[in-house]
């Protein structure tokens, strides 16, 4: 079963008596991190795969961790503001009588819908999956570009 | 739920690596998750370092002890701000100790879409020599 999210934003479980005091704990602390580093923040939803999102003038950025997964086995689509992410991590049984002494990485399948802060032109979106990281560059939608207001002067 | 599809991927923090010995650059340093299998021949370990390219990576052993080492450089761009953050990107450090003596000369390390896979075959052990003892 693979659990979709739509929203950016966590959702909580209330395992223990004390969920509401940890999620509090959490956001305070995500709220003082964000007032000394300046920037706040987002708490991760907690579905991979865990992505970073940068914006300049024209583009938006989205970037991802996707170590062993080759982009043929990625499934990348996008809507006027959201875009969405799928695919599947092989991890290759070793042949022969291997003994394994750790395992720490994991396979799996993996699904996730991210929404961006604004439009996009969904015409001009372009991925590459290099050295296991993902990024994708997305054009802005000319609605939601910042425009320059000139100052007349009289 | 059917039986045959995979469990989902879940998001694993990764885990930051608080070294005995001080950076001289500063830094986040993350500890690469790996699987490290043996066989008759060799040893073999796959560690997780997206984002490091196979020029910033660094393999060495000294006295039994292997530590792979390997540089991120920021991906982002000078002009981009941040909207969403939600992972780090930083240095990889991990150092293991040998119990097998390896054969320095015949190490193999490969490094494809993020994934090292290095290769470490054992030293040969000596053939054990059958020795007739003869019936006087």
Known sequence: MIFRRVSNWPAFYWRTPFGDLERLKRQMDLYNEGILEGTLREPSAGVFPLMNVTEDKDNYYVRAELPGIKSEDLDISVTGDSISISGERTISEEKGNAKYHRREREAGKFSRILNLPAQINTTKVEAKCVDGLLSIVMLKAETAKQKQIIVKSS | ?136
């Open chain 2, 1 to 136: 739920m059917a039986e045959t599809e995979s469990k989902a991927l879940q998001t694993k923090e990764k885990m930051t690596l608080s070294t005995a010995v001080e950076q001289t650059k500063p830094g986040i340093v993350f500890a690469p998750a790996v699987d490290i299998f043996e066989t008759e021949k060799e040893l073999t370990l796959l560690a997780d370092m997206p984002g490091v390219k196979s020029d910033n990576l660094t393999i060495g052993i000294n006295k039994n002890v292997l530590t792979m080492s390997g540089e991120v450089e920021a991906p982002e761009g000078e002009n981009e701000t941040e909207v969403i953050r939600e992972y780090d990107t930083g240095k990889y450090f991990r150092e293991f100790t040998l119990s097998n003596e390896i054969d320095q000369t015949k190490i193999y390390a490969m490094l494809k879409d993020g994934v090292l896979r290095l290769t470490l075959p054992k030293v040969e052990a000596v053939t054990p020599r059958k020795i007739e003892v003869k019936a006087a």
